[in-house]
């Protein structure tokens, strides 16, 4: 499979606190994008850290990526019950138009 | 603006029926993709294309087709459902064609069961 996989497979904490999932792929990329999937609905995207950039911020949400090491990690700062759901991290790799999808963590934020 | 929109959201079949499950976006994106979604597995992609008229396969191809006739409108057909297609599908989009990637705009998905 080229699936990438992610962990933790399932993370609960507090609201308040941070909460950080981690991304693994297996081949070079152009970009690497994270999603967020409510229950029962479609993905939604957060953030997109292309592969010559090692880190990146937008709102609550930082993402690092490791090219060397084919890695990359989402950190979610002063959780709230609201960012409760599944994460996925996508690929694409050079020269095609497949984006390869983690197999995800469910967050659950305990209010 | 609608975005993304599949049809139907819930459909079941029997064993060797067919069925098109519809994609239609109004964003004029170049870019469109077929995923299914399984227990475990996360999403894995069947089929995409760059623009209307090209088409390529995914990961999961076997036993979808796919057209681009248009650019808002990408179907998936399944030409004799079996049970191991029963999944969740998602139609995602892009604003993107041939020579760059980006974010994906995805529709609420189909929920496909096959008896």
């Known amino acids: 499979s080229q699936q990438g996989e992610e962990d933790p497979q399932a993370l609960s904490i507090q609201e308040g606190e941070n909460a950080t999932m981690n991304c693994s792929y297996k081949?070079?990329?152009?970009?690497l994008q994270w999603y967020r999937q409510n229950s029962g609905r479609g993905l939604v995207h957060l953030i997109l850290?292309?592969?010559?950039?090692r880190e990146k911020h937008s709102g609550r949400l930082r993402v690092t990526l490791d090219t060397s090491k084919k890695s990359s990690s989402l950190l979610i700062t002063a959780s709230r019950a609201a960012d409760t759901a599944s994460y996925f991290c996508?690929?694409?790799?050079?020269?095609?138009?497949?984006?390869?999808f983690g197999t995800g963590t469910r967050l659950k934020v305990l209010a | 603006n609608a975005g993304v929109t599949q049809t139907p959201k819930f459909q079941v079949l029997k064993t060797g029926q067919s069925m098109t499950l519809q994609c239609a976006q109004d964003?004029?994106?170049?870019?469109m993709s077929w995923y299914r979604q399984d227990p475990g597995m996360g999403l894995r992609l069947i089929h995409y294309?760059?623009?209307?008229?090209?088409?390529d396969q995914g990961e999961v191809p076997n036993g979808y087709n796919v057209s681009r006739s248009t650019t808002e409108d990408f179907p998936l057909r399944l030409l004799s459902a079996a049970p191991s297609q029963t999944s969740v599908y998602f139609c995602?989009?892009?604003?993107f064609g041939t020579g760059d990637t980006g974010e994906l705009f995805f529709g609420e998905g189909s929920r496909l069961t096959v008896l």
């Open positions: 995602a989009s892009g604003p």
């Open positions: 081949t070079s990329i152009n970009n």
């Open positions: 850290i292309r592969s010559n950039e």
């Open positions: 996508a690929t694409d790799e050079p020269g095609t138009y497949k984006y390869i």
């Open positions: 964003m004029n994106h170049e870019y």
């Open positions: 294309s760059v623009g209307a008229g090209i088409t």
